[in-house]
């Protein structure tokens, strides 16, 4: 059975939305080593509408000359969402996923293959994991403290015990974080 696994940079306030504002001052090798080595275990992609949206004006029109890029641009994704359709979908191999979201991902994780990697997405995973349905949380947690934005976590979910499976503290301050469930 496939695992999906997602990653997330956020602030030690909780906030995940818009890193690009604020984690490329601590961004180093060492990060780069670590994203390389999850894109190497996975072998599609799930995301929400927002990130799919973002993520297609900003990776598909780099070609393979950037890692990530490639990757996206080589791998299978698939967007999950109740507003987009089909013909909405420009990026080639790209699969909607709507209606019945969690038998969907349920399938896919029966499916044979690598990981299925959770980019961003915070609503998403959120979903996920209070669905059961998300085996790993990789969190980059910055030193900084944003003060506003969208926070990962927020008040009135329900109680979900983690265990951490790996904490490495890199040169630059950032703490890169592995959960699963408990």
Do not use: C
């Not at 890193?19 to 180093?28: C, F, G, I, L």
């Not at 969690?102 to 029966?110: M, N, Q, V």
């Not at 990962?152 to 703490?175: H, M, N, Q, R, Y």
């Amino acid at each position: 059975m496939r695992e999906i696994a997602a990653g997330l940079f956020i602030t030690l306030d909780g906030v995940v939305e818009r890193p690009d504002r604020w984690m490329n001052q601590y961004w180093s090798d060492e990060m780069t080593e670590g994203i390389n080595e999850s894109l190497d275990a996975s072998d599609a992609v799930l995301m929400g509408k927002d990130t799919y949206l973002a993520f297609e004006q900003l990776w598909k029109p780099q070609g393979d000359s950037n890692p990530m890029a490639a990757f996206l641009n080589g791998t299978h994704k698939y967007v999950v969402s109740s507003t987009l359709d089909e013909n909405s979908l420009t990026w080639p191999d790209t699969s909607l996923i709507t209606g019945d979201i969690a038998g969907a991902i349920t399938r896919l994780k029966e499916d044979s293959g690598k990981s299925i990697r959770v980019p961003g997405s915070p609503r998403l995973v959120r979903w996920l994991l209070a669905e059961g349905l998300l085996d790993e949380l990789a969190l980059n947690v910055m030193p900084l403290v944003a003060g506003e934005g969208m926070r990962l976590f927020e008040d009135g979910g329900k109680e979900i015990p983690l265990k951490l499976t790996s904490a490495k503290s890199l040169k630059t301050g950032v703490v890169g974080t592995v959960y699963t469930r408990a």
